[in-house]
């Protein structure tokens, strides 16, 4: 449990990093899947194993293609947001994956099921509704960019565990899909016409900390500590991101919070571990 619990505090500091860096979604996307990937590609090497990386690229596209949409929605919703509610739209990828595993993969339906999307989708509500009309566009467009972020973040787990079977691969599977990703970032980067200049040495140190601390050290100890963890507690364990992110909106950024947030911060989490046992069981 202790890698698990070193890896969501880890990975909660990446929306904090986004946006420390000062530069726009597409870039940072880039650069933390580039980072990443090297450091991936470094772990590959020292095991000896870098040989099988050219044979997962193909498969690897389609996953990336995910990946990629999930993570230029994500860091526009973190730069719209703030770090906190986009982190914790973007873990509804739990009850969306629960939802789709009910409607098309025939799993059935039970109270844990309903309990999940009424708990989320209420959070949902109590976070963003109040304010909805009373927020500019940049916030309303940033909720749904979160809210398809969580969309692209669940379909990729399905995607990566599909082809994680088919390869028997975990490291190189992860590492293709995520120098694909990079790919793919760093080209719509080109097509927005956004900069990828790093501009000072606030912005270089953050892309490398969400690079190899967050993107490829934190998903590890994740990787990692799942297999040692009971399901149930893995979920609860894993909410440590999105709470630790609210966190850190509130303390590096004075995020103003009220109680109604709060709360549905908190349905909305409820909504998300129940979510993920659903998908553990599955």
């Not at 894993?238 to 004075?254: E, G, K, T």
């Given at each position: 449990?202790?890698?698990?619990?070193?890896?969501?505090i880890t990975i909660s500091f990446a929306a904090v990093f986004v946006t420390t860096a000062g530069i726009s979604a597409d870039a940072s996307a880039f650069y933390r899947m580039l980072f990443g990937g090297l450091c991936m590609v470094?772990?590959?090497?020292?095991?000896?194993?870098?040989?099988?990386?050219?044979?997962?690229?193909?498969?690897?596209?389609?996953?990336?293609?995910?990946?990629?949409?999930?993570?230029?929605?994500?860091?526009?919703?973190?730069?719209?947001?703030?770090?906190?509610?986009?982190?914790?739209?973007?873990?509804?990828?739990?009850?969306?994956?629960?939802?789709?595993?009910?409607?098309?993969?025939?799993?059935?339906?039970?109270?844990?099921?309903?309990?999940?999307?009424?708990?989320?989708?209420?959070?949902?509500?109590?976070?963003?509704?109040?304010?909805?009309?009373?927020?500019?566009?940049?916030?309303?467009?940033?909720?749904?960019?979160?809210?398809?972020?969580?969309?692209?973040?669940?379909?990729?787990?399905?995607?990566?565990?599909?082809?994680?079977?088919?390869?028997?691969?975990?490291?190189?599977?992860?590492?293709?899909?995520?120098?694909?990703?990079?790919?793919?970032?760093?080209?719509?980067?080109?097509?927005?016409?956004?900069?990828?200049?790093?501009?000072?040495?606030?912005?270089?140190?953050?892309?490398?900390?969400?690079?190899?601390?967050?993107?490829?050290?934190?998903?590890?100890?994740?990787?990692?500590?799942?297999?040692?963890?009971?399901?149930?507690?893995?979920?609860?364990?894993?909410?440590?991101?999105?709470?630790?992110?609210?966190?850190?909106?509130?303390?590096?950024?004075?995020?103003?919070?009220?109680?109604?947030?709060?709360?549905?911060?908190?349905?909305?989490?409820?909504?998300?571990?129940?979510?993920?046992?659903?998908?553990?069981?599955?």
């Amino acid at each position: 449990m202790g890698s698990l619990a070193l890896g969501a505090i880890t990975i909660s500091f990446a929306a904090v990093f986004v946006t420390t860096a000062g530069i726009s979604a597409d870039a940072s996307a880039f650069y933390r899947m580039l980072f990443g990937g090297l450091c991936m590609v470094g772990l590959l090497a020292a095991k000896g194993r870098i040989a099988i990386l050219p044979r997962l690229l193909i498969p690897a596209i389609p996953v990336a293609i995910i990946f990629t949409g999930d993570f230029l929605c994500w860091h526009r919703a973190i730069l719209a947001v703030g770090p906190g509610l986009a982190t914790m739209l973007g873990n509804l990828q739990a009850v969306y994956i629960a939802l789709f595993s009910v409607l098309f993969l025939g799993e059935r339906s039970g109270v844990r099921f309903f309990a999940a999307l009424g708990l989320a989708l209420s959070g949902v509500y109590l976070t963003v509704g109040p304010v909805w009309n009373l927020s500019g566009e940049t916030f309303r467009i940033g909720v749904l960019f979160g809210i398809a972020t969580a969309v692209f973040y669940g379909s990729y787990i399905l995607m990566l565990k599909r082809l994680v079977n088919r390869t028997g691969e975990v490291l190189g599977a992860t590492t293709a899909v995520t120098l694909l990703t990079a790919l793919f970032c760093g080209l719509f980067t080109l097509a927005s016409g956004e900069s990828f200049v790093l501009p000072d040495l606030a912005a270089w140190s953050s892309m490398v900390a969400l690079g190899a601390l967050c993107q490829c050290g934190g998903w590890l100890l994740i990787a990692r500590g799942l297999d040692k963890t009971p399901a149930s507690l893995a979920g609860l364990v894993l909410l440590l991101q999105p709470v630790l992110s609210f966190v850190w909106d509130i303390w590096f950024f004075a995020k103003p919070v009220n109680a109604v947030e709060l709360s549905g911060v908190a349905l909305a989490l409820s909504g998300i571990y129940l979510g993920s046992l659903r998908r553990a069981k599955g």
